[in-house]
């Protein structure tokens, strides 16, 4: 913890008054070495305030505004900030004595940085068919097919320790082959690992799934900023599905599931079958 003095003080030309009727006037003025004190999240600082000359009487100090990370006790004011302190925080201090008092603002200030966070990678986090990663599953023109219900898995790291928050979005590919998203999350998973089924998906409709991953303090997932994925204000395409039987064989040509084309799991190829070297067969 770091130590700043600021002071309070009586100056005899500036703050004690002149004699009248031979007294004193017991008037003084509270002054800072600085209006301001700048920290990173997670930093603290005790700041002593003192008082020079003589008030008369004893001299107290209080705050009506402390915030809830700052505790004035006697004179020393002690501030430890967390990251969701982050912004400017004016503290008004005043120093009272008798009937006369002074203050003045503080302001602190508190600054954090905050990386965004990232996919759990040795989660294998992606679109699933039962016991089959599909991770980024096929493009518009040709979603991947499910036997089963598709669901997503979801598993997020934070280096900064923040809550980690993963909206989804899924809409149906209409008739000319466009996903309408709208950024509006369909979904919106809360915790650091999830399983999300979609089970309102209608068998045999092609649907478009977006997902945004980011942090509890607005820190956003940009792995893919800029590319073809990128859907702006931090969306993802995160490919196309649709679960049924096999298509027709115009279908699979299409699709290029034909025997020799990649596959990950059999509801990759029209026939249902991927060999082990990751061929449709």
């Given at each position: 913890?770091?130590?700043?003095?600021?002071v309070?003080?009586?100056?005899?030309?500036?703050?004690?008054?002149?004699?009248?009727?031979?007294?004193?006037?017991?008037?003084f003025?509270?002054?800072?070495?600085?209006?301001?004190?700048?920290?990173?999240?997670?930093?603290?600082?005790?700041?002593?305030?003192?008082?020079?000359?003589?008030?008369?009487?004893?001299?107290?100090?209080?705050?009506?505004d402390?915030?809830?990370?700052?505790?004035?006790?006697?004179?020393?004011l002690?501030?430890?900030?967390?990251?969701?302190?982050?912004?400017?925080?004016?503290?008004t201090?005043?120093?009272?004595?008798?009937?006369?008092?002074?203050s003045?603002?503080?302001?602190?200030?508190?600054?954090?940085?905050?990386?965004?966070?990232?996919?759990?990678?040795?989660?294998?986090?992606?679109?699933w068919?039962?016991?089959?990663?599909k991770?980024?599953?096929?493009?518009?023109?040709?979603?991947c097919?499910?036997d089963?219900i598709?669901?997503?898995?979801f598993?997020?790291?934070?280096?900064?320790?923040?809550?980690?928050?993963?909206?989804?979005?899924?809409?149906?590919?209409?008739?000319?082959?466009?996903?309408?998203?709208t950024?509006?999350?369909?979904?919106?998973?809360?915790?650091?690992?999830?399983?999300?089924?979609?089970?309102?998906?209608?068998?045999?409709?092609p649907?478009a799934?977006?997902?945004?991953?980011?942090?509890s303090?607005?820190?956003?997932?940009?792995?893919?900023?800029?590319?073809?994925?990128?859907?702006?204000?931090?969306?993802?395409?995160?490919?196309?599905?649709?679960?049924?039987?096999?298509?027709?064989?115009?279908?699979?040509?299409?699709?290029?599931e034909?025997?020799?084309a990649?596959?990950?799991?059999p509801?990759?190829?029209?026939?249902?079958?991927?060999?082990?070297?990751?061929?449709?067969?």
């Open positions: 913890m770091s130590r700043l003095g600021l309070a003080a009586c100056f005899a030309a500036l703050a004690c008054g002149p004699a009248t009727n031979g007294q004193n006037q017991q008037q003025q509270l002054q800072l070495a600085s209006d301001h004190v700048d920290l990173e999240a997670g930093q603290s600082v005790l700041i002593e305030l003192m008082v020079i000359g003589t008030a008369g009487r004893p001299v107290s100090i209080t705050s009506p402390l915030p809830s990370f700052a505790v004035l006790v006697g004179n020393e002690r501030i430890v900030t967390a990251r969701a302190d982050r912004g400017s925080y004016p503290i201090l005043v120093a009272t004595s008798g009937a006369d008092s002074s003045t603002v503080l302001m602190v200030n508190v600054a954090w940085t905050n990386s965004p966070p990232t996919w759990d990678v040795t989660a294998m986090s992606g679109l068919d039962f016991g089959y990663l991770l980024f599953c096929g493009d518009i023109s040709h979603p097919r499910f089963h598709p669901y997503f898995s598993s997020g790291l934070d280096a900064d320790g923040d809550a980690i928050v993963c909206d989804l979005e899924l809409v149906e590919i209409d008739a000319a082959g466009t996903p309408h998203f950024g509006q999350p369909t979904l919106t998973l809360t915790t650091a690992a999830s399983d999300v089924f979609f089970d309102t998906a209608a068998t045999g409709k649907y799934l977006a997902l945004r991953l980011r942090d303090l607005g820190s956003t997932w940009t792995q893919f900023a800029g590319t073809t994925r990128d859907l702006g204000n931090g969306w993802v395409s995160w490919g196309a599905f649709r679960f049924g039987p096999p298509m027709s064989d115009d279908a699979c040509i299409a699709a290029g034909l025997p020799g990649f596959c990950g799991a509801s990759d190829c029209c026939s249902d079958k991927c060999s082990n070297n990751w061929q449709c067969i």
